[in-house]
Every structure is written in structure tokens, then in C-alpha cells.
């Protein structure tokens, strides 16, 4: 539990907690019960020694004072004795001059008490007792007085205050801090010359058109290829389904676009690669190479329509996907060659169109934002340009871990145990100086790239955006602060153990017998 926590808890506490610690408040509750009873007890036990001890003083001063009257008792006697010639016995040898009687107690002191191991409750037992004891919900207002609220507080502002001071950045880390922010900042800025620029789009003269010669006629030689390779399994016709002939020398179906007006469906002519997902680079090895088996077209809203051969390929009528991946198993069945030729086709027909003009949509995109897909795609962005985009974000990101690793590891020559204490505690200032840098640096790409932005300058501002910095700055804050707040952790916990210390040698003191 935080104690700076202001959150409250439903019986109206200050703190909220969590099972664990309603499960320990209950058993402080339990514990504080039964140690203010033994007060009580010990209280009204020592109240009645205290009047023993009076009376039995009264009743010493009594003794004391009949003995002296049989002194002088004796005394009288013996000069009436002397006086009239008689001979006195003997005296006792006992002696008389105190009435206590000195007993040997064996009674053993609570020091010298031992408790058996077997005689401690386990843990679930004491859980069991205190959920019964204290069946509500125990907040520590009910154990805490206020000067102990107030106690407990201040002790962990100490606690932190020690913590911050031991692990605050010196002189030298500083110097460190402003050499990684130079270089991160100095990395983001020259990037573009080293990688190229982010979001650059389709460059029309390295790429050819989906019908040139060229195109067509490495199509024609593969697929020669994969039916000369397996010519001995012979041809297979179907009543229903294709062959694998058939799959591997017509057309893919999800190019088709005729007769989609007629259904209410706009392909967009020469874009429609974004709206089928036969196109889509991931999906498409699934989407696409079942299509093809059956001759069906899905579009990336999953809905998915026959395509007509006869008189030219066209939209024919809807039929439900899962429909599709069934006809795909019953025609694999048939013949199991359906599957690789689809496959074969498949990859084809990706590696003949990721290099015309128009390339391939971005993967997956269309599946949940069909708008951002088609805008993309008529901008000419499209999967290769995305790949291009994902090698330079993970440069940046490389070149960030690259200055943070040489950063940490010359920090860390400069460790000295007389000077810095504990390791840990110096790691921590290591983590800090990496922490801040990326994020100065980050800061820095943010604020121009903002900055562009708002002046209306976009594409600028993607090109100098430090997607992989930014990536790189995010990660050492998850990783970096999990890191601090563990040593940190430890730290209170290690100044806990220093007050609790001198009990637990105790406790350990009753145990040592039985241990």
C-alpha cells in the first residue's frame, strides 16, 4: 500500500488495499485485540502484587515488632535469672531474625522460556482465526493513531529522501546525461542521411505495369515449370472443382472487378487490390490461395461472392466465407496437388504485382480501417514502401540502443565502491541518465516535428519523425522504471529490516532449542 495513496477504500479509510493487505489488517486488528487484553490482564495482575506486597510489608512490620518484644522478653528474664541465682538453659542455635522463608523457586522466568516449533500456528491457520475474529474489513485508521499516522509517514519521507540522495545524478553523471542527449539528438537529425527518408511513396519510373511483357512472360515460364515438375500425376478433371492445371494457368479470381456495380460494390478500377483480401500480403497466403482453389472473391469486409467464368470472369452470386475454406478442404480431398498449385499461384501472382505501379496495399490495414487503406494506396504507398519504412525505424531504433549501450558501459567504468555504495545504487543513476537522454532527445523530435506540422509542413515532419527513437524512448521508460522502483523496493525493504532487527534476534533466541 502507497501511504501518499488518497484513494479511498469502502469502509471510508484513507488508503485502498489489496486482498493481501485487507488479510494482514485483519490480523494486526486480531494481534492488537489480544495484546491489549494481556495489558489489561498484566495491569490488573500487577495491581493485585502491589497490594500483596503491602500487606505482606504490614504484616513483616508486625513480625519485626513481636520479635523485638520476645527479645526483651528474654532479656528481663535473664537478669531475674541472675538476680535470683537461677541457671538458664541453653539458647536455641536458631535464630530468629527474619520471618522469610527462603523457598527455592523453580518456577521458570519468561527469559528462560522456550516455545515449540509445533506449538506455532501456521500461516493459514492464523488467517482462518483473524477472519473470524474480525469477519469486516480492518483499515488502519482502526489500528493507527494519529502521532502514528503521522510517525509512519515521516519515516517513509525519510526513507525516500536517503534513497534519492544516494542514487541523485553527481557532477559526472550530468556530463554523461549531456553527452547521450548530444548524441541521441545528433543520431535523429542526420538519420535521414544515413537511411533515407520515412513515408516516401511509390517511385513510378522503377516500377513496370501489371500487364508489361516482362511480367507476363516470367509468369508463363513458372508456371511451365510447376506443371512440367509434376506432369506424372496427370490431369484431374471435377464436376465441381478446378484442376490443379486449371488453378495454376487461369486467372486469379480476386482480380476480378466486372459485374461487382450490379451487387452495390465499388471496386475503385485499378485499386481495387486494397479492397480484396486475396491482395493483402499476410492474409492473403490464406484468403487468397482459398479463393483460388474455389474460384471466390472475399473483399476486406470478409464477405465473399462466386466468380463466373463463362463469358469472361465475373461477380456471380454471394456465398458465405466459411462456405469457402469448406469447398477449399472437399476439393484438396479430391486431389491433394489442388493445395500446393493454389499456393504456387498464389505466390505468383504476389510476386508479379508487389512490383508494378500500384503495387501491394499495406497488410492487415484494410481489415480495420478501409479508409486509411484506400488513402494510403492512392498515394501510392504501398507494402514496399511500408517495409522500407519499418528497415529505417529499426536503423533509428538500433543506432538509440547503440549510443545507450556505449553510454552505459563507459558510465560504468567509472564505478567506485568506496564513493558510490551500492551497485545497484549506481545502476540506478546509469538508468537515469539513459532514461533522460532519450526522452530530451525524443522530446527534441517531437517539438520539430510539431513544430513542422503545425506550420503545415507534413511531409517534413514524417521524414524527420524518430519513429524507432521514439520506440526505443518508450521501452527504457517501461524497462528503467520497473528497474528503479525495484532497487528501490529493496532499499525500504533493507531499512525496515534495521528496525525490526533486534526482535527478530530475539525471536530467533526462543527458537534456537527446537531449531
Known amino acids: 500500500m502507497d501511504m501518499t495513496e488518497k484513494s479511498k477504500n469502502k469502509k471510508g479509510g484513507r488508503f485502498s488495499y489489496n486482498e493481501e493487505e485487507r488479510v494482514r489488517n485483519r490480523i494486526f486488528k486480531m494481534q492488537k485485540d489480544e495484546i491489549e487484553d494481556i495489558a489489561k490482564k498484566s495491569d490488573s495482575l500487577q495491581s493485585d502484587i502491589d497490594d500483596l506486597k503491602e500487606s505482606t510489608s504490614q504484616q513483616q512490620d508486625d513480625i519485626d515488632t513481636l520479635f523485638k518484644r520476645i527479645e526483651k522478653l528474654k532479656e528481663s528474664a535473664r537478669k531475674m535469672a541472675d538476680t535470683q541465682g537461677i541457671k538458664m538453659p541453653n539458647e536455641s542455635k536458631i535464630s530468629f531474625t527474619s520471618t522469610q522463608i527462603e523457598e527455592e ?31 469486516e474489513e480492518v483499515v488502519l485508521e482502526d489500528l493507527l493513531s494519529q502521532e502514528e499516522f503521522n510517525y509512519c509517514i515521516e519515516d517513509v519521507e525519510r526513507i525516500n529522501r536517503e534513497f534519492s540522495e544516494k542514487t541523485k545524478l553527481n557532477k559526472t553523471d550530468i556530463v554523461f546525461l549531456m553527452v547521450a542527449s548530444a548524441l541521441q539528438t545528433a543520431r535523429w537529425i542526420i538519420i535521414q542521411q544515413i537511411c533515407g527518408d520515412l513515408g516516401e511513396t511509390i517511385n513510378a519510373e ?33 464436376e465441381r472443382y478446378k484442376s490443379w492445371e486449371q488453378i495454376i494457368f487461369s486467372s486469379v479470381p480476386y482480380d476480378t472487378t466486372i459485374g461487382s456495380p450490379d451487387l452495390g460494390i465499388n471496386m475503385e478500377g485499378r485499386y481495387h487490390r486494397y479492397r480484396t483480401l486475396g491482395h493483402d500480403p499476410i492474409l492473403g497466403w490464406i484468403f487468397g490461395t482459398a479463393n483460388i482453389i474455389t474460384d471466390t472473391i472475399t473483399l476486406n469486409d470478409f464477405s465473399s461472392y462466386e466468380i463466373v467464368r463463362k463469358g469472361g470472369p465475373r461477380f456471380g452470386a454471394p456465398i458465405l466465407t466459411p462456405t469457402i475454406f469448406y469447398n477449399s478442404f472437399m476439393s484438396i480431398k479430391e486431389d491433394y496437388l489442388r493445395l500446393p498449385a493454389a499456393i504456387f499461384a498464389q505466390y505468383v ?24 487503406a484506400g488513402k494510403l494506396y492512392r498515394s501510392q504507398y504501398d507494402s514496399l514502401c511500408l517495409m522500407r519504412d519499418l528497415i529505417i525505424v529499426g536503423k533509428q531504433a538500433g543506432f538509440a540502443i547503440l549510443i545507450n549501450m556505449i553510454i552505459g558501459l563507459v558510465h560504468g567504468l567509472f ?17 537515469k541518465i539513459l532514461l533522460y537522454s532519450n526522452a530530451i532527445s525524443s522530446g527534441l523530435n517531437l517539438a520539430y516535428v510539431g ?17 524507432g527513437g521514439l520506440l526505443v524512448s518508450l521501452w527504457r521508460l517501461f524497462t528503467d522504471v520497473r528497474f528503479i522502483t525495484k532497487v528501490k523496493d529493496q532499499f525500504i525493504k533493507q ?8 526482535s527478530l534476534e530475539d525471536l530467533n533466541a526462543m527458537f534456537e532449542q527446537y531449531i
Open 349 to 372: 501472382h504476389l510476386k508479379s504485382d508487389v512490383f508494378t505501379k500500384l503495387g501491394l496495399p499495406v497488410p492487415l490495414l484494410e481489415t480495420f480501417s478501409e479508409e486509411m
Open 495 to 502: 531499512e525496515m529490516e534495521k528496525v525490526t532487527r533486534s
Open 206 to 238: 522503377e516500377r513496370l505495369e501489371h500487364n508489361d511483357k516482362i511480367i507476363k512472360d516470367k509468369v508463363s515460364s513458372l508456371n511451365k515449370k510447376f506443371q512440367n515438375q509434376f506432369e506424372g500425376h496427370g490431369h484431374r478433371p471435377s
Open 415 to 431: 564505478y567506485n565502491k568506496e564513493k558510490d555504495g551500492s551497485r545497484d545504487h549506481y545502476e540506478v543513476r546509469t538508468r
Open 451 to 467: 513544430a513542422n506540422a503545425y506550420t503545415g509542413n507534413w511531409t517534413e515532419a514524417l521524414k524527420k519523425l524518430d519513429l
Open 105 to 135: 523457586d523453580n518456577t521458570p522466568y519468561l527469559a528462560d522460556m522456550k516455545i515449540k516449533q509445533e506449538d506455532i500456528p501456521s500461516w493459514e491457520q492464523v488467517v482462518n482465526k483473524a477472519n473470524e475474529y474480525v469477519p
